[in-house]
């Protein structure tokens, strides 16, 4: 499974064999610290790519699991797994009913263990959390700002830096914002490779998602590292 995982991570775009190792080390924390419903839903993510969980695909998972098993005794095997699972009328499992019922069926020491992705050795791990990081950094996981002290952003504001951005290495930034370079890339895709509209919606996710946190002085700090000092009087 971990050889599957890792075949999941974004690829460089000049050596597709190539994880970024920016990116990597993005995931390696998320999976450091994430709970453990997090992990079960990026593992309902990663099963059907968001959609819902069918018994055929546990049939699937099953024969891999089992292989001794004829594949008679599987469908009948997949049926009862996605009941216990807590299916719905349609015999499909959604996300909260996944995460639900994985939890409900497995130990959580056990689940803990299951989940555990090593594939870092914690003892590297450890080492990479005691290294020291700008206390202001977006970037720092670890950051302590006290971001009430700073003003939320507003929509006009993410419009001029998108315009402005958009004539520039916008990518940098969205990259200094915790995306990757495939969120970028779908995103430019769904956009229609319209690079003001993509940076702007990327820029609204972002806010969304870091709500309180989403400060001008964060998105300053961002806009520096980037090397977008000239768009920091926006924020002003």
């Not at 999941?8 to 064999?17: C, E, L």
């Not at 700002?145 to 006009?156: E, G």
Request: glycine content about 6%; aromatic content about 10%; overall charge negative.
């Amino acid at each position: 499974m971990k050889k599957d995982f890792l075949q999941h991570f974004p690829r460089s775009k000049s050596d597709h064999d190539a994880i970024p190792f920016g990116h990597f080390i993005m995931v390696m924390f998320w999976l450091d610290g994430a709970s453990l419903d997090a992990k079960l839903a990026g593992v309902f993510l990663y099963l059907n790519n968001g959609g819902p969980i069918t018994a055929p695909m546990i049939a699937v998972l099953l024969r891999y699991l089992y292989t001794d098993v004829k594949d008679s005794e599987i469908k009948p095997l997949s049926i009862q797994c996605m009941k216990q699972l807590g299916s719905n009328e349609n015999g499909e499992l959604n996300q909260k009913q996944f995460v639900e019922g994985v939890k409900r069926l497995i130990p959580r020491d056990e689940l803990e263990e299951i989940l555990g992705f090593n594939i870092v050795p914690a003892k590297l791990l450890d080492e990479v959390n005691r290294l020291p990081s700008p206390e202001l950094s977006v970037t720092n996981p670890r950051s302590k700002l006290n971001f009430q002290d700073y003003d939320l952003i507003s929509n006009d504001e993410l419009q001029k830096i998108s315009l402005r951005a958009s004539r520039k290495n916008w990518p940098k930034l969205a990259y200094k914002l915790g995306f990757l370079e495939y969120d970028v890339e779908a995103y430019q895709e769904l956009k229609n490779y319209d690079s003001e509209a993509t940076i702007y919606a990327l820029l609204q996710i972002w806010r969304e998602e870091e709500g309180d946190t989403a400060t001008k002085q964060r998105l300053r700090e961002a806009l520096s590292e980037s090397g977008l000092d000239e768009l920091i009087p926006i924020l002003n």
